[in-house]
């Protein structure tokens, strides 16, 4: 029996050690990944090619460029999430749930860092 | 620990397969599907800033016969979950927990998300023999 108030455990101590803070995070990420989701798809669909010469034209436009940016790291970000919580209720033993748990987090910032880096090399020119 | 074991979630057995549930985990599926699709797009920017070269050997594996396999795939999972993912915020706002709108909408994220992959695919393969 605790003598933690219902708010106090919601606020950040409950089961989920963070409260509603994922949760939210997560619909957040959500409602801004359906914009820049749509602006990208129909940017891709809307270039007469996919060769070299056009998409590095389309991605050095700095509107491109800058909405591609957000895309990657929304997208990493709401992926990071997403597959945290698949992690966390299907693998059981402490010590592979802290491993997967680990390598997902580094593996999604290397994922956003590289892309991130990479859309900007073509905006600079680089 | 606790004296018993508690139950844990989400205990996938004990649920008779129906729009409900499938359209659930086809959303996490999908989601899994989707950060391996996260992988390839890093993989295409990376090869984009890295020069002609590298972006003629990512525009061939992605145009391999596995490759378009993947994206068409992708495809469809980026639609259902975006549809679906509309269907949960909405759900999270309070609308539409009854039981006909509730399948009403199960069935468009569905049937919605193959269309409209098969009409990106269509279109993308009509101006390719053009």
Known sequence: MSLQSPLGRVLGLGSAKDGTGHWWAQRVSAVALVPLTLWFMFSLLALPALDYATVRAWLSFPLSGFLALLLVAVLTYHSYLGTTEVIEDYVHSAGMKVLSLLLLRFVHVLVGGASIFAIMRVAFGS | ?130
């Open chain 2, 1 to 130: 620990m606790p004296a018993r074991a508690r139950p844990t979630s989400p205990h996938l057995g004990i649920y008779r397969w129906q729009i409900g549930n499938s359209l659930s985990i086809l959303h996490r599926l999908t989601g899994v599907a989707l950060g391996l699709g996260l992988l390839a797009l890093c993989y295409w920017l990376v090869s984009l800033a890295g020069g002609e070269q590298s972006y003629a050997a990512a525009a061939k594996v992605f145009a391999s016969p596995p490759g378009l396999a993947a994206l068409v795939g992708w495809t469809f999972a980026f639609m259902y979950h975006l549809l679906n993912g509309v269907r949960h915020l909405l759900w999270d706002a309070g609308y539409g927990f009854e039981r006909m709108p509730r399948h009403v909408s199960g069935w468009f994220a569905v049937l919605g998300s193959i269309a409209v992959t098969l009409c990106i695919w269509g279109l993308i393969w009509a101006g390719h023999r053009s």
